[in-house]
């Protein structure tokens, strides 16, 4: 795996992989994957706590005293509550995102899980996903979990994004190849 130069992705890492750990070991993984979405869920969808978890105005007292009290309105399990205490007291709230993201990565290396994000110009019927994830899951030597997604303006085919890798067979990119090449020859 690639590291990233950026320090704040480094503790992202560190965090996200020795709370992986202390999962691991209390059996816990799923648990604490499915509260952490819903953290996250709550910092995209609540301006109040994104802006408590990005905002450096907040000293680290008001954000413990903050996430004290969500995590005790909320009742995750006790070691999602720890970790969330855990990261206020130290001031790294606005790290979380980077946290989560991370530890769902982790988790599902664990699984031999792969994410792919596929991006189509109209939604894909059932049977049309599940050819994709097969093919995609064969190409990747892992089972594939897919994150879809409609833009009308690719006009057909795909664009599929596994880790580093980008498959892009949407018209849209064989119109702009074919435009480029015609400018070229005339």
Same mark, same amino acid.
């Given at each position: 795996?690639?590291?990233?130069?950026?320090?704040?992705?480094?503790?992202?890492?560190?965090?996200?992989?020795?709370?992986?750990?202390?999962?691991?070991?209390?059996?816990?993984?799923?648990?604490?994957?499915?509260?952490?979405?819903?953290?996250?869920?709550?910092?995209?969808?609540? =301006?109040?706590? $994104? %802006? @408590?978890? +990005?905002? /450096?105005?907040?000293?680290?007292?008001?954000?413990?005293? #903050?996430? !004290?009290?969500?995590?005790?309105?909320?009742?995750?399990?006790?070691?999602?509550?720890?970790?969330?205490?855990?990261? =206020?007291?130290? $001031? %790294? @709230?606005? +790290?979380? /995102?980077?946290?989560?993201?991370?530890?769902?990565?982790? #988790?599902? !290396?664990?699984?031999?899980?792969?994410?792919?994000?596929?991006?189509?110009?109209?939604?894909?019927?059932?049977?049309?996903?599940?050819?994709?994830?097969?093919?995609?899951?064969?190409?990747?030597?892992?089972?594939?979990?897919?994150?879809?997604?409609?833009?009308?303006?690719?006009?057909?085919?795909?664009?599929?994004?596994?880790?580093?890798?980008?498959?892009?067979?949407?018209?849209?990119?064989?119109?702009?190849?074919?435009?480029?090449?015609?400018?070229?020859?005339?």
């Amino acid at each position: 795996m690639a590291q990233s130069s950026s320090p704040v992705s480094g503790v992202a890492d560190r965090y996200a992989q020795s709370l992986f750990d202390l999962a691991l070991e209390e059996g816990a993984v799923e648990t604490v994957e499915s509260e952490l979405s819903a953290f996250q869920t709550l910092i995209d969808e609540n =301006a109040d706590f $994104r %802006r @408590l978890v +990005v905002s /450096p105005a907040f000293s680290s007292d008001d954000q413990l005293r #903050a996430i !004290d009290a969500i995590v005790k309105d909320v009742k995750p399990s006790e070691l999602t509550g720890n970790f969330l205490r855990v990261v =206020a007291s130290n $001031r %790294r @709230l606005f +790290v979380l /995102p980077g946290m989560i993201r991370r530890f769902a990565q982790i #988790a599902a !290396d664990h699984r031999g899980e792969i994410q792919a994000d596929v991006v189509s110009a109209y939604a894909l019927n059932d049977e049309q996903r599940r050819e994709l994830a097969e093919t995609l899951g064969s190409y990747a030597g892992k089972t594939v979990t897919m994150r879809e997604s409609v833009d009308p303006s690719i006009l057909g085919g795909l664009i599929v994004k596994m880790g580093s890798r980008q498959i892009d067979t949407s018209l849209r990119t064989k119109l702009n190849s074919l435009k480029l090449a015609l400018k070229e020859v005339g």
